[in-house]
C-alpha cells in the first residue's frame, strides 16, 4: 500500500465514523475537494513517518495544515467560509472527536505494517 491508498481506506473508514455520530460527509474519496484529500495524504506521511506521534501532536499538525489552507475556528463546520470547529487544542476536542485521531492512527500504523 502507498499513501494514496492508505489515504483513501483512512478516509472512507472516518467518513463511516463521522456519519455514525450524526455528522454529513462526501462518501467518496473522488468527490473530495483536493485540500482535503491533501490534508489526509499528510497526516498518513505523518504517522508513517513517526510512527510514534501523539494523537495531540497529529492534531497539531492537522490544525497547521488547516491554517495554511486559510482555514480558522468556527461555530460550525463551514467549507466555503473555511471555518471548523476542532481548530482548538487537542485536550479541548470532544471525545467522539478526539476518537478519530485514535482511529485514524491505528489505521495508518497498521497498514504501514503491509508495506515493510
Sequence with gaps: MNIEQISKFAYSVLSAYSESIGEKQK??????????????????????????????????????????????????????????????????LPENQKAKSTIFKSIVNNLSLLIK
Excluded at 492534531?59 to 475556528?73: N, R, S, T, V, Y
Design 27 to 92: 462518501s467518496d474519496w473522488k468527490d473530495l475537494h483536493s485540500e482535503k484529500k491533501q490534508t489526509f495524504r499528510r497526516g498518513v506521511d505523518a504517522h508513517m513517518s513517526n510512527p510514534d506521534i501523539s494523537e495531540g501532536q497529529a492534531h497539531d499538525l492537522w490544525i497547521d495544515e488547516k491554517h495554511a489552507q486559510g482555514w480558522k475556528w468556527g461555530m460550525e463546520k463551514d467549507e466555503k467560509k473555511k471555518e471548523h470547529p476542532n481548530m482548538v487544542p487537542y485536550n479541548e
